[in-house]
């Protein structure tokens, strides 16, 4: 099972993926710390101490990733101020860092189901019903679409 290419891609020799949107993306945010960091930013972590020490790495490497994912604009820095203390930033989730969270949950899905004996330690579920939460390929008409049910077409507009 694999996408269906338009025509004009079925000769994968005469085109380059070039401006690939994957590449960018992954370019991006692909690191390791990046997507941890933007993991613990859904369960609500904002400051830079709780960042460092939730994903294990060293303060230098949570600055860099946390510059790096504020500058690319899915976490945005904001000010806060403890009494008696000073001015101080906390990172806090954009719509762009929002609009990343079906990527980073189709991964846990994904590690859930190849990589733990036991289905992973934690799972998503909607907070009203308790039922799973799930990553789907739909089409706009919200139906399930199967990767062989897929075509790539040449954006034209």
Same mark, same amino acid.
């Given at each position: 099972?694999?996408?269906?290419?338009?025509?004009?891609?079925?000769?994968?020799?005469?085109?380059?993926?070039?401006?690939?949107?994957?590449?960018?993306?992954?370019?991006?945010?692909?690191?390791?710390?990046?997507?941890?960091?933007?993991?613990?930013?859904?369960?609500?972590?904002?400051?830079?101490?709780?960042?460092?020490?939730?994903?294990?790495?060293?303060?230098?490497?949570?600055?860099?990733?946390?510059?790096?994912?504020?500058? *690319?604009? @899915?976490?945005? /820095? =904001?000010?806060?101020?403890?009494?008696?203390? &000073?001015?101080?930033? +906390?990172?806090?989730?954009?719509?762009?860092?929002?609009?990343?969270?079906?990527?980073?949950?189709?991964?846990?899905?994904?590690?859930?189901?190849?990589?733990?004996?036991?289905?992973?330690? *934690?799972? @998503?579920?909607? /907070? =009203?019903?308790?039922?799973?939460?799930?990553? &789907?390929?739909?089409? +706009?008409?919200?139906?399930?679409?199967?990767?062989?049910?897929?075509?790539?077409?040449?954006?034209?507009?």
């Amino acid at each position: 099972m694999v996408m269906q290419l338009e025509p004009a891609l079925a000769d994968r020799d005469r085109w380059k993926a070039d401006r690939c949107s994957i590449d960018k993306a992954i370019s991006a945010i692909g690191t390791r710390s990046a997507i941890l960091l933007m993991r613990e930013a859904y369960y609500g972590t904002t400051r830079f101490d709780d960042f460092a020490r939730r994903v294990g790495v060293t303060e230098a490497v949570a600055a860099a990733r946390l510059k790096e994912l504020t500058a *690319l604009g @899915v976490l945005a /820095k =904001q000010p806060y101020r403890e009494p008696g203390q &000073r001015t101080r930033y +906390e990172y806090v989730l954009t719509d762009m860092g929002r609009d990343l969270l079906p990527v980073v949950l189709g991964l846990m899905h994904w590690g859930d189901k190849y990589l733990q004996d036991d289905n992973g330690p *934690l799972k @998503v579920v909607d /907070k =009203q019903s308790g039922s799973p939460v799930r990553v &789907r390929i739909q089409n +706009e008409d919200g139906e399930d679409v199967a990767l062989d049910d897929m075509r790539v077409d040449v954006r034209r507009d």
